[in-house]
């Protein structure tokens, strides 16, 4: 049973710096491409950042420079360090996974997803 559990959510101010970690269990997590989206009230699901299961990464235009992704295979886990943050990052985060040759981009088309975690930012 594959199981994404994110962590990491809260309520902060504008300016502040979060990590979220996705923790991972039930595949072989190195040769899974990892993902993170959001939700904002109201809004559709869209996506953040990713990560392949070779240390690749790419990222949304609104958070490039801003939040970084990571992965620690050691540890099964996939981190999104979010730094300066905005009232317009406020979301539910997800992280998503699918395997290593699964059909690309990598902004879509995952097999797993996480529940999420709640991101507020405060103006």
């Known amino acids: 049973q594959v199981q994404l559990v994110e962590s990491g959510g809260g309520l902060v101010q504008a300016g502040d710096s979060l990590r979220l970690s996705c923790a991972a269990s039930g595949i072989v997590f190195r040769y899974f491409n990892m993902g993170w989206f959001r939700q904002a009230p109201g809004k559709e699901r869209t996506f953040v950042a990713a990560?392949?299961?070779?240390?690749?990464?790419t990222y949304a235009a609104s958070v490039k420079g801003r939040f970084t992704i990571s992965r620690d295979n050691a540890r099964n886990t996939v981190y999104l360090q979010m730094n300066s943050l905005k009232p317009e990052d406020t979301a539910v985060y997800s992280c998503a996974a699918k395997g290593r040759y699964s059909s690309p981009p990598l902004e879509n088309s995952y097999d797993y997803w996480g529940q999420g975690t709640q991101v507020t930012v405060s103006s």
């Open positions: 990560i392949t299961w070779n240390d690749t990464t």
